[in-house]
Every structure is written in structure tokens, then in C-alpha cells.
């Protein structure tokens, strides 16, 4: 116990970092008069000093300037300190600063390892390799004075009490990336080290409307239940918390006033997934369809009392795989369906094809209702409280990506006109699109909002998002959708496995030990002991290659065919094994689960 913490004191902004041989030391550097944080390199235990240690010609340490202790990773190879090296300022929120992760890097905590087996350190080393995916995670922000995990309503509604509370005790657990990896410093009542980060997005912009000056921003929060990666994280769990759960908060501020408009997306749920299997798009495996109803209750359940009402509005295809998933869904939501429940299908696929998104009014049109009747957050000059959001849309779509990123920011536009309204800048007829600058950025604001949730979820930016940026597809855009998913094709089959990895790491999400496709796979043999998507790969476009040449020259020589057909012959055969053999080529998560 460490009686020298002040959990009244302000969060440290500045430190610098003293890695000696034997442990390392945060200074606080900000002006503060806090306390060092000594944590030790043997076995990361840690203490609060008044002074740096003593440096010695033996004891020479590396010295840097850090901006925030992210957490403590404590696994069976030892624990691991993660620090911010490098911050980027991209804004305000509710006016205080917001900061971006630039850099963040692991330190380990191992030297007591350093004599155990050689498999504990085959451990370790496999450990190591997973922190350094896990350093380059995008989308991390945080603020030193502001809770950033709590929409405008939420932060607003706090109890005076509450608002006196550090930051972490303040946070939405939802929200908050690092909570697992802050425990061991709340369990040392380390308040001035613990700053609370959110993985999501932040963009805003100011434009002119007249004589008024409109300040608009649009934040993510990604849910922490069920992080993961675009086909290794699908569905819900048998808690009701799904993949890919994302809040998105619109705010304006004009003329002293403040509004906001809060949406979510997140994965149909139901017990689902896609098992990587090298095809393009796998098979939907629904997963004990009798638990459908229970769990699907469990979510809404969770959302009504977070949000108020809901309306779910599902993006899915009618037919296909896409389809079967769809009436599952909606068979599930007959039996939650009621007053403040409500469950919408909207094909978007087949009513806006690939082009005509701007059908999505159809969509509007249906669901007005309830868009008016819940309304949103307004505070006037005076900071009172004019309107409460009563409710929540929720969408979906089958990664809640494209479709879905486009469909929210109709909402969004569709909100933003109606707040403009309200405060008087916009007359009844009034659009965004009649302000070419407002119109330009709101496109922007909310084309980069899609790309950073998508490229956390599916490794690339997102589809569709010419029409969000551009308000039309383009041919430039048809094309980057193509590359995209090509690149969501090779990352979903031969990296996301290992990303997964890392993520359920960092999460806590999983048992820190070696599966046993990890112990033994130096003792495979036969064709998986070479397997690779790249050789594989390789050797087809060289079949391929060399029959077309041959192909060429059977004018010049008949013999020329038969050695296309042996090429293509071999070409089609490797296609054929990497096809039957898809699992074994694809780079699959290998930790063991164990649920918190």
C-alpha cells in the first residue's frame, strides 16, 4: 500500500523515463512536486521514491521523455511496462486539449527469467513478438483533464461528486482500452499515473455560416467487451456484447451553445462467425441458434439502459448468407421487439446498389419518427440543460464498416441540419449542401471518422467512402474499393490471426500460455512444415506464367501445348491444395481464451 498517493492530484503530463540495469524510474517533469515511480526490472514490483537513484559509471541510465504511463502487462513471462514516447494534439472536447498516441513502447520487466527453461523463454520470446504488434495499435487518444469516455450528456449529468473523482473513476470501463492494463497501478493507488485512453477517432472542424462560426466534432469510442479483428471477432458473446461495438458522438458548438447527437454500430447479435478458410468470403456459421433470443435480450437490454430507446436498424442482404443471418436476426428480435425496442431491415445493397446511395432517404423516411422523437443533448448559453437525447439508433451491417459508416453519416447530416435549425441559423429550407465549405468538411469529417474505425476493425480503410467524401461514387473510389478488399482478403488470412493475438493480450482477454500448435510446431512435418500463402502463391503465378508462354509459342512447336497443360495442370493443383488445406495457411489466433 502506498499511503504517498494523492488521488486529488492532477495527472502527470510530462515525465521522463530512467532505464537503469536494474529498474526503471518515471520522474514526473511537469512542474509537479509528485513523487518518482520506481518499478523494478527483476519482477516489476513498484514503489514511490523522492529521489532519482544514485548514477554510478556502473550505473549509467538511458534517459527520455514520456507523456503518460499506459499500464503494466503482467503475464507468466514476466510484466511489461507500456509508456507514450510520442503525442500528437488534434483538438479540444468540451475545451481541454485531446492528444493522440504517436508512439507508445513496451518495456519489459524479465530479468528474473533470464536462467528459467528454454520453452519459458521460447514463451517470452513469443510474448515479445505479440507487444510489437500490440505498439503499433491506431486510434488511441486521451486528455489529461477531461473524461473523453463519456458522451457530452453523460460528462454533463455527472454529480458534482463524481466530477471531483481522478479520471479513471470517472471512465466508462466500455471505453477504456487500457483498464486491464491499468490494474496493477489502481491496485498501488497510483492516481497521478493513471490516464485513461480510448482507441476510437477524433476529427473536427470550423466553419463559417454567415456571421456565425459553427465548431463541429465527431468522436469513436470503441467498446473494450469484444475487441478484435474483422473475421477473428464476429457476432456476440453469450453476455450480449458484440464485435466491433462503436459509439459515435457528433458535437457542435455555436455561439455558446453545445449540442450532441450520439449513435452506435456493432455487429449483428447473435452467436456467429466466418472460420478463415483462404475463400473470400467464408461461410456464416451461426452457433447455437437456441441461445439466439437470450443473448440478442441481453444486448438490447444492455443498450436500454445505457441509451434509452433503441431502434436497430439492420443493413444486411435479404438473400444469400447474408440473409439466413438476417431472419435469425430478426426471428431474435421478435422477442425483444416492444415500446422502447425497435428492429428495422433495410436492404441496402438491393434498394441503393452500388451507386445510388442517395436512396438512403427511403431509409430516412421511415424511421423520422423516431429520429424527432428522441431527440438529442442541447445546452444553451448558459450551460442549462433545453434537451435530453432520449434514444439511440443502432446500426449494422455485416462488419458495421461501409454500409454502415455511409448510413450514419446521413444521420448525422440529417441531425446536424435539424440542431442548425433549432439554434436559429438554418431557415426551414435550409441544407448543408447549400454551404459549400460546411458541406466540403462535414464530407471529410466523416469519410476520415469511417476510415479510422475501419482500419482498426479490417486493417484498411473503408469502402464506399468516395460517396461520404465526395457525396458520389467515383471511378477513383470503385477502384481503391477493389485494392481494399483485396488487401481485407490477405490481412484477414495471414496477419489478423496474430494481431488477434495481441489484442486479447492486451485486453486480458485470454490465458498467457502456449497453445500447443504453438509448442510443437518446430516438430511438423511434411507439407506443413513449408506452408506459407507466399510460396504457395509463388509457385501458382509461376505455373501460370510459364503456361501462357508455352501456350504462345504452339504455333512454332505442338509440343508447346502439352507443356502449357502440364503448367497449368501444376498451377491448378496448388490452387487445389491451398484450398482443401486453407486452415493450415492461414495465420490463425493461438492463445487459449479464458473470459474475465
Sequence with gaps: MMEKGDSSQKLYKRMRLWE?????????????SGSCLEISRVDGSMKLID?????????????????GVIGILKLLAGSYLLVITERESVGSYMGHPIFKVSSMKVFPCDHSLKNTPVEQKKMEAEFSALLNVAEKTPGLYFSYDVNITLSAQRLHDLGDESKLLPLWRQADPRFLWNNYMMEVLIDHKLDPFLLPVVQGSFHNFQAAIGKDIVDVTLIARRCNRRTGTRMWRRGADTDGFVANF????????LNGCTAS???????????????????????????????????AERHFLDLRKKYGNVLSVDLVNKHGGEGRLNEKFAN??????????????????????????????ILYDQIEDFFIKNRYFLLNEKDEKVEVQLGVVRTNCIDCLDRTNVTQSMLGRRML??????????????????????????????????????????????????????????VQGIVNDGRNALMRYYLNNFVDGTKQDAIDLMQGHYIMSVSRDMTVSSQKGGIEAIASFPLALGLILTGLFFATLSLGRVWNDVWNLLFSLIWASISLAIAALVKANGRMFCNRPRLHQSRR
Design 20 to 32: 537503469f540495469p536494474d529498474q526503471y524510474v518515471v520522474e514526473p517533469t511537469d512542474g509537479s
Design 51 to 67: 529521489e532519482i537513484p544514485h548514477c554510478s559509471s556502473l550505473r549509467v541510465p538511458k534517459i527520455r521523455t514520456i507523456f
Design 246 to 253: 462503436v459509439e459515435s458522438e457528433q458535437i457542435i458548438q
Design 261 to 295: 447527437f450520439v449513435q452506435v454500430r456493432g455487429s449483428i447479435p447473435l452467436l456467429w462467425d466466418q472460420i478463415v478458410d483462404l475463400t473470400y468470403k467464408p461461410k456464416f456459421e451461426i452457433v447455437r441458434l437456441e441461445e439466439a433470443p437470450r443473448v
Design 332 to 361: 431474435a428480435m421478435q422477442h425483444v421487439d416492444g415500446d422502447d425496442v425497435r428492429y428495422l431491415h433495410f436492404d441496402f445493397h438491393h434498394i441503393c446498389g452500388h451507386v445510388h446511395f442517395e436512396r438512403l432517404s
Design 417 to 474: 441540419e435539424f440542431q442548425l435549425r433549432r439554434l436559429g441559423i438554418f431557415d426551414a429550407e435550409e441544407t448543408i449542401s447549400t454551404h459549400s465549405n460546411l458541406d466540403e468538411s462535414f464530407k471529410i469529417l466523416w469519410a476520415n471518422h469511417g476510415d479510422d474505425i475501419s482500419i482498426q476493425y479490417s486493417g484498411t480503410p473503408a469502402l464506399k467512402g468516395d460517396f461520404v467524401r465526395f457525396g458520389k461514387r467515383t
